[in-house]
DNA sequence: TCAATATCTGAACGGGCGTTCAGATCAACC
DNA sequence: GGTTGATCTGAACGCCCGTTCAGATATTGA
């Protein structure tokens, strides 16, 4: 017998998960070559291949694995509370969650177009299920009167995308701290959806 | 002497921006060649250069043209009127804006770390004007007690983040008209701001 | 009609791309 | 300590990249 397991490979493996995170978010997926990948880990770029099937494979298992991330956290909120208490839960949610991996949301946006049509609906699924997730709470909320929404498929659309927003201009050294940041954010939804 | 213009000029000129458009948009800048460009002008790639000195004047070209255009019909908008009327006609403006053009709002958004850092501080700082032309409307509304915002400056990258969101996920063939999916933002956006 | 010149072609330049693979290297088990 | 197999190197494959430019082509003013 021989090493049941590559002594390196638990330690390769996510070496190049992170280079590859890191210089995607920076340069775009297109824009980064397995030899920069490679290098950035001290590798030659056919090590990669150990670990990867090839490039695409790389950015999808990073867009799924956050995918996946961020549904299963959300599953962890409570969801017995008042429709404005979930609202609420959600906003604050979704804030620390996309401030705590700026690079992963940066890529997770913008590099879908880069996703094979079979892993794009793969990922396109997992976002409309969170979406989804959203969309319950305000309907939940207008069918109990506490929310005033006329429609609540934009709403919920609305609400991600400027809460998603955050991640463009916050800086951890900046004016506002995060708790600072979801009261504000939360002040604003929870009005645009008063009754 | 002979030809004061080239024949051609005035209507290459504009194919091969509204191919670039196009293909940038749909691949984005860096996974689109000048070969993929030319071709679809029906062109070879170095007669682009008689149009373009490079591949990235081009992308700044047109990202450089968006943002005068959006600041020009900006300064159109009535700015005596009431801070709530003034928000009102930004929000409709700014909808209608970007529904008309979307591959061009992609492009804006999308493309702006495959400028070099002399257009990119040029693009940013025309999209400050822009966000600094909605702050003040909200730091008036404030001053005049008809809105309560409690950070004016991140609540105008909430607005702008939420409504440029319409891009993402409107068709023209879609459920709501432009006109409802101002009203339905413009609702939302009233409240937030809202005292 | 013809000279002038705007426009375009086609080939070339040096270089980088994603991926493959034979063989070297090296750590872990017997 | 030798064997095994995971890991990695280094070279190669065919292909595409942005850009340049000499020369061909096309169109206009004279």
Redesign the interface.
Known sequence: MARTQGSHAGITGPRIRDAALRLFA???F??VSMRQIASAVGLQAGALYNYTPDKQALLFSLMKEHMDDLLGDLARLPSSASPSARLEAFVRFHIAFHLERPELVFIAY?EL??LTPENFAVIEGLRRDYENALQRILSDGVASGCFEV??TK??T??????L???T??YRPDGR?SVPE?QD??W???R????A
């Not at 009005?191 to 008063?194: I, N, Q, R, T």
């Open positions: 920076e340069h775009g297109a824009a913008m177009r880069n006329a429609d934009l709403a659309l609305a609400v991600i995308a400027m998603t927003g955050v463009t201009w506002l940041v504000l954010y002040d604003m939804v009005k645009s959806v008063s």
